[in-house]
């Protein structure tokens, strides 16, 4: 069975600084890896898929690794700014590529000003 | 292009009562998810439809039930609400098969059960 987990479970940096958010999934075998964004109470927001052939992806700031042989995905978020606080997740599939999503607890990040 | 939509946005319910949450998948997406979120936890996955049809259940109880409608919109069904429901229930659509791997997530539907 298909475990995810991220550490840390929350983080705060000043403003400017780069964030690095990490998650681990036990079974190598996925189809890809997705990292989400959620801010409170809200829905979830697609940020970054990478297929399992892919070693990274990229969008603007967001900068998203996979190693699948160590079960390890970064999520790096460059000059981070305030809007930037949220609750990231990440979630690989289960059953095929669009499957049920396993995910992981997420990481709650406060940017301070 | 419209996104996943949900209703309603909230909704409080009575221990015992049965309760009837709805999605709009986006357009183009034959696939429907539903995940119900509890504090500080991640989704956990209940059901997915494919074109109609359960393509996959979750650990929830028959209580919880599901339909999918020919335009693709979906409905989640929860009967003898307990206590323990009160959570954030998430739908996510996605185009299945050939048409891609991402899934697009709808703001939720905030349910409290007093």
């Known amino acids: 069975k298909q475990e995810v987990t991220q550490i840390p479970a929350a983080l705060s940096v000043p403003e400017g600084e780069n964030l690095v958010l990490n998650c681990s999934f036990t079974?190598?075998?996925?189809?890809?890896l997705q990292w989400f964004r959620q801010d409170p109470g809200k829905g979830l927001t697609s940020l970054l898929l990478i297929q399992s052939s892919q070693r990274e992806q990229t969008s603007g700031r967001l900068n998203a690794s996979l190693d699948k042989s160590s079960g390890r995905s970064t999520l790096y978020i460059a000059a981070s700014q305030p809007g930037d606080s949220a609750t990231y997740l990440c979630?690989?599939?289960?059953?095929?590529?669009?499957?049920?999503?396993?995910f992981g607890a997420g990481t709650q990040v406060v940017v301070t000003p | 292009e419209t996104g996943v939509t949900q209703s309603p946005t909230h909704l409080i319910k009575t221990r015992g009562q049965q309760v009837t949450l709805r999605c709009s998948s986006q357009s183009g997406h034959n696939t429907v998810s539903w995940y119900q979120q509890a504090l500080g936890q991640g989704p956990q996955f209940i059901f997915q439809y494919y074109r109609e049809e359960e393509n996959g259940r979750g650990n929830f109880p028959p209580r919880f039930s599901g339909l999918q409608f020919p335009n693709y919109s979906s409905e989640l069904n929860v009967n003898a609400l307990e206590l323990d429901d009160s959570a954030l229930y998430l739908c996510a659509s996605s185009p299945g098969g050939s048409g891609g791997d991402e899934q697009y997530f709808g703001p939720g539907t905030r349910l409290t059960v007093t």
């Open positions: 979630a690989v599939p289960e059953g095929g590529s669009w499957g049920k999503l396993q």
């Open positions: 079974d190598s075998a996925i189809y890809n």
